[in-house]
């Protein structure tokens, strides 16, 4: 994923950094304000200049001239602003959105995360899965790897000295529609 990141210059480009969302979405609606504020002041710039290049300094011509090209080249504004959030916004945050739903999809269709958690030997209980293979001083096997704990199982270990050993956890997931975020774009 890529970020915004301002430089010198104050224009925005993409750095290799994790993209924040949130920032992306505000930057999305100060972009749509931007095209309606350039393309009016643009409008009335190139107007207003040619008004006066071409009629001179007649204040009522170029008064009346700079308003119509305010409120023409303000709607020109509200057009592309219109043609970016269609063509550019929308569909990057359906992407968004896809995104999510599939990292949803992926997480149920993972079933419960299992995890190593190192324990000791005094705490484990007949039911826990063993990780590791456990060894004694020796290299002898004392217990195979992914092996279910029990009474006998624990007397070996501690007969062997064995302090600690890795046991199976599930780690409860989160539930998909925890982690969406809906937007209205309304």
């Known amino acids: 994923m890529v970020s915004w990141k301002t430089g010198k210059t104050g224009f925005r480009f993409f750095s290799s950094r994790i993209m924040d969302k ?8 100060i972009i749509r304000k931007q095209i309606f504020s350039i393309t009016a002041f643009s409008g009335f710039i190139v107007v207003c200049m040619a008004t006066l290049a071409g009629q001179g300094m007649d204040f009522y011509l170029v008064f009346r001239n700079a308003i119509i090209a305010i409120i023409v080249f303000g709607l020109l504004g509200i057009l ?4 970016y959030q269609k063509n550019i916004e929308h569909p990057l945050i359906e992407s968004y959105r896809d995104e999510a739903r599939q990292r949803i999809e992926d997480l149920k269709s993972q079933g419960p995360q299992k995890l190593a958690m190192p324990i000791n030997v005094s705490e484990l209980t007949p039911g826990m899965r063993m990780i590791d293979p456990i060894q004694n001083k020796d290299g ?11 009474e006998r199982i624990i007397q070996i270990l501690r007969d062997n000295n064995i302090a600690q050993v890795k046991v199976e956890a599930q780690r409860n997931m989160p539930t998909g529609s925890d982690n969406i975020e809906e937007f209205d774009m309304s």
């Open 80 to 83: 592309l602003g219109y043609m």
């Open 22 to 29: 949130r920032r992306l979405y505000k930057d999305i609606a």
């Open 140 to 150: 002898a096997l004392l217990v195979r790897a992914n092996q279910v704990v029990n």
